[in-house]
């Protein structure tokens, strides 16, 4: 049973930092691209970044380019993502997800997603 | 960037009536459209896949249909768990992978 736990939200002030932490079981996550995804309160779903199974190739928002890394320790079965120089408009629950294969067509298919972890930017 | 456009913006319904949501990408994402479910304070659940579908343990009252630009979610007979938010996304041209603004699937 895929089970994803993600965790490091909290309230951070504007052009501070925070790291997210997303802890795998249930499948072989050494063997999956992962992402974070994240929804500001009311609206609706928005991609942020994406790793490939090994790490080697990272994509990222234009909204988020620069500031947020994301990131992978397959021996711990984790997912992270170091957010830095936040604003506010950056306010959103964030979900990781797994990539529902290895194909290539399907890198951007979720198909199995954590609970989420509050990030809130403000002063 | 693909442009997905969901209507209606909210549906009424009663429990066993039928639903059809839409979506509408800004241009063509061959069969590469996936449809989500998200209830009041969880994670978006994974409906459809491939434009038609269904995802593990997904019941088969939910059924899509459409490919180009032109997508179609039915819930043939309501059940009062299947009022949510509905979702579409493309993954087709990637990335980003983007979304639906949402459909509100309310209890009429």
């Known amino acids: 049973q895929v089970h994803l736990v993600e965790s490091g939200g909290g309230v951070v002030q504007p052009g501070g930092s925070l790291r997210l932490s997303c802890v795998a079981s249930g499948f072989s996550f050494r063997t999956y691209g992962m992402h974070w995804l994240r929804q500001a309160p009311g609206k609706g779903l928005e991609w942020v970044a994406f790793t490939r199974f090994d790490g080697s190739n990272k994509y990222y928002a234009d909204s988020v380019m620069g500031r947020l890394t994301i990131s992978r320790d397959n021996s711990r079965n984790t997912l992270y993502l170091e957010m830095s120089s936040l604003r506010d408009e950056d306010t959103a629950v964030y979900y990781c997800?797994?990539?529902?294969?290895?194909?290539?067509?399907?890198?951007?298919?979720?198909?199995?997603w954590g609970q989420g972890t509050l990030v809130t930017v403000s002063s | 960037e693909i442009v997905l456009t969901q209507s209606p913006g909210t549906l009424s319904l009663s429990p066993g009536e039928r639903a059809t949501l839409s979506c509408r990408a800004s241009q063509s994402v061959s069969n590469y459209l996936a449809w989500y479910q998200q209830k009041p304070g969880q994670a978006p659940r994974l409906v459809i896949y491939g434009a038609s579908s269904r995802a593990t343990g997904i019941p088969d009252r939910f059924s899509g249909s459409g490919s180009g630009t032109d997508f179609t979610l039915t819930i043939s007979r309501l059940e009062p768990e299947d009022f949510a938010v509905y979702y579409c996304?493309?993954?087709?041209?990637?990335?980003?992978?983007?979304f639906g603004q949402g459909t509100k699937l309310e209890i009429k």
């Open positions: 996304q493309q993954y087709d041209y990637t990335p980003p992978a983007t």
């Open positions: 997800a797994k990539a529902s294969s290895g194909y290539s067509s399907s890198w951007y298919l979720f198909d199995y």
